[in-house]
């Protein structure tokens, strides 16, 4: 089957995948957004799909996993939201002294230092940390591009962390 059959089930199946997503997610305007990206996926498969029996079972297939895939990264989007909420949260607890220009400033100044820290990373960890911290890749996608395995992504991340650490949670 060429993509351009895949295609055309797509079209002809839109609503059918849209309420199979709706009705497993609970969100409609998610579930179209899912197959917005099922659509950009299988367009974007250079090789011609062989030997599918079933094209809506194989469609379904691909908007579940791209579903999961979008709610996994919206999870840690948010779960990373909540932490730099607490830490904001957190800073204007213990600086309850400060006025509001005083506040901003010091959060430049942290920033800096963050920033700092981050270019001071060996070139490997930096990557690594940038890619999975600020672009939220997933560490499999990073091994893929920067052409590492997997474990080696873990390692290196783990040691830009526990680096970066002291900076995050310091205490003046």
């Known amino acids: ?87 904001s949260t957190f800073s204007l607890e213990s600086n309850k002294g400060l006025t509001q220009p005083e506040l901003l400033v010091a959060k430049q100044q942290r920033t800096q230092l963050l920033l700092d820290a981050i270019q001071q990373l060996p070139l490997c960890y930096r990557d690594v940390f940038i890619l999975t911290q600020l672009y939220h890749y997933p560490q499999h996608e990073v091994a893929e591009q920067l052409n590492i395995s997997r474990g080696m992504v873990a390692r290196h991340l783990a040691k830009a962390l526990k680096i970066i650490q002291p900076i995050i949670v310091h205490e003046e």
């Not at 309420?19 to 250079?46: K, M, N, P, W």
């Open 1 to 87: 089957m060429t993509n351009r059959l895949l295609l055309d089930v797509l079209v002809q199946k839109n609503d059918e995948l849209v309420d199979y997503i709706s009705y497993r997610f609970g969100d409609r305007q998610f579930a179209q957004d899912i197959v917005q990206e099922t659509c950009i996926r299988v367009l974007q498969t250079a090789n011609p799909l062989q030997q599918i029996h079933s094209p809506i079972a194989f469609l379904k297939t691909i908007c579940l996993r791209a579903a999961i895939d979008a709610y996994r990264k919206e999870k840690h989007i948010n779960d990373w939201v909540d932490i730099c909420d607490d830490w």
